[in-house]
């Protein structure tokens, strides 16, 4: 036994030299960030990798705390994480860190304690680059998100053709049976002529109105450009002149701020000329319409508010089915129903929300609020 | 050849309704049903049921709600009272409609389903073609039926048999 001890405690000796310098070696050159921190939270060693993640050179590195390089948001659970390890406990952990130009870069953490004799000296971690893996996963996630709409849009779209489009559809066939009857009146053979030709133009109406928000979702990547909202305010009102004439309505344009956003023009012009319309059909008949627009910029946001002395509307009753499609709340009127669905599509296609305050009796505020910068 | 289509489709009728051919009075057909309601808050549909009912000599009377408050305004008090031969035979109640939805209707109505199954035929008429609002109809007892619009001549013819 003791002849063969010493060549075994020879090649342990040699090994472990190996094993020190092969350690050197792969602290080196290992593809991940392999580093060294103190107790005091200062970086003590840093391997290439860390140089290239941080793109800052050893000398910039050493001796500064690493906690200037994690991102503001990841300061308190990397500082509890830190602490973890030093008191002994090894930690596997994701969070992000700011490079030399101020990009952000995605880590897996991998720190263990470091500890000489029986004393705690520090910590010694891994980290490996996962940026491009994050930024799939979240890409992967958007695309996800996505989807979701769509089928939920779908979902929407079936409704559609299952209750609003089979509508106009039941009338024209009932009407058509009715109309091959030999013995009806005269009076009820012309009513049904009159029905016919009113449903078939709904079911146009309806067909194009579809056709249309079915374009709007297509239209991604609308260039945006610098709008004047007051000069869109006087486009709208030339576009619908008549049905202002013809309802006696005046429209005023409140606050002399100058608001200019940078968005697409098409939505909000549409958005301005349903809500204007909107107004005009819900009007009251006691009293002339009148419609103030106001418009003010706040921080980095735009509202334009949309204010009728129309009908109004108990807003409690309604609720939610306000910008649904082919909803009506007004038996006199005939409505299509699409305008505020339009409306809260584009608005939300330019990023900003809509708002609604209204009155029984005595009217109804629309306020968009879109960002100044799309 | 007008007249024989008449005769047969009114015999048919009667035939199917257990009448036999002696029920069967010139072209004039005696109404079945003393009165029918019909709620829907679309005024073409509404006409379009009532003329396809009056034209099969459907009931005398027809009374046509193009607001189901309107509706549940009449047709409550007669419930609550009990008054059967005030309560129509038959009522078709549209889905969709502003306010106070089908759904809604029966919701309402559904503390007296008893009632309503002994004294009247309630049926759903809607355009709709959705399955699930078939399914979602099954849950009220007191529903007799759910109806495609257009409401059809054999329909009409079937309902008739019913009565």
Redesign the interface.
């Known amino acids: 036994m003791e002849n063969i001890s010493p060549p075994i405690q020879s090649s342990a000796g040699l090994a472990s030299m190996r094993l020190e310098r092969l350690n050197r070696l792969l602290f080196n050159n290992y593809p991940d960030a392999i580093y060294t921190i103190g107790m005091d939270g200062a970086f003590h060693t840093v391997n290439h990798t860390v140089c290239q993640v941080l793109q800052r050179t050893q000398e910039e590195l050493i001796g500064q705390s690493f906690q200037l390089f994690i991102h503001p948001e990841h300061w308190e659970e990397s500082s509890f994480y830190f602490k973890a390890a030093t008191q002994g406990l090894p930690q596997r952990y994701q969070t992000v860190v700011l490079n030399g130009s101020g990009e952000t870069i995605f880590l897996d953490v991998t720190n263990f304690p470091l500890k000489v004799g029986s004393e705690m000296v520090g910590i010694f971690g891994i980290a490996k680059d996962i940026t491009v893996q994050k930024e799939r996963e979240q890409a992967m996630l958007r695309t996800t998100q996505e989807l979701q709409r769509q089928n939920e849009e779908l979902e929407l779209f079936r409704k559609i053709i299952a209750h609003d489009f089979r509508s106009p559809i039941a009338r024209l066939l009932g009407l058509g049976r009715l109309l091959q009857k030999d013995n009806l009146q005269e009076k009820t053979q012309q009513t049904a002529l009159v029905a016919l030709l009113q449903s078939a133009q709904q079911l146009d109406g309806m067909v194009r109105d579809l056709n249309q928000m079915l374009a709007l979702h297509h239209q991604g990547d609308e260039p945006r450009e610098k709008c004047d909202v007051e000069e869109l305010v006087q486009l709208c009102v030339a576009n619908i002149q008549q049905e202002i004439s013809s309802a006696g309505a005046t429209i005023t344009l409140a606050g002399t701020e100058r608001l200019e956003l940078f968005t697409v023009k098409a939505f909000l012009v549409s958005i301005l000329q349903n809500l204007l319309s909107n107004a005009i059909k819900y009007r009251s008949s006691e009293r002339p319409l009148e419609v103030k627009i106001s418009l003010r910029q706040l921080g980095e946001e735009a509202l334009i508010s949309v204010t009728d002395n129309g009908t109004g509307m108990n807003l409690d009753k309604i609720g939610p089915s306000l910008f649904k499609m082919y909803k009506r709340f007004h038996q006199e009127i005939d409505g299509k129903g699409l305008g505020l669905y339009l409306v809260k599509e584009q608005v939300r296609l330019l990023q900003g929300r809509i708002e609604v305050a209204s009155t029984p009796g005595v009217g109804t505020t629309f306020t968009v609020t879109l960002p100044m910068h799309l | 050849m ?1 007249v024989y289509n ?1 005769c047969v489709r009114c015999c048919l009728l009667y035939f199917e309704a257990g009448g036999g051919q002696n029920g069967c009075v010139g072209d004039k057909r005696k109404p079945m049903f003393k009165s029918v309601y019909i709620i829907d ?2 005024e ?2 509404a ?3 009532e ?2 009912l009056a ?1 099969e000599h459907f009931a005398r009377k027809y009374d046509t709600f ?2 189901p408050q309107d509706a549940l305004q009449h047709l409550l008090p007669l419930l609550q009272q009990d008054q059967r031969r005030s309560i129509p035979d038959v009522i078709f109640l549209d889905l ?1 409609m ?2 106070v939805d089908g759904w809604q209707f029966l919701d309402t109505l559904a503390p007296h389903a008893p009632l309503i199954k002994c004294s009247c035929m309630l049926y759903m008429l809607t ?4 399955f699930n609002d078939v399914r979602r109809a099954q849950k009220y007892d007191f529903l007799a039926g759910f109806l ?6 054999e329909t009409i013819r079937d309902l008739l048999h019913k009565a």
């Not at chain 2, 495609?148 to 001549?153: A, L, S, V």
């Open positions: 007008e008449t808050d679309d073409v549909s006409f379009l049921t003329a396809m034209a193009l607001n969709n502003p306010y355009s709709s073609l959705d495609q619009k257009p409401i059809e001549e």
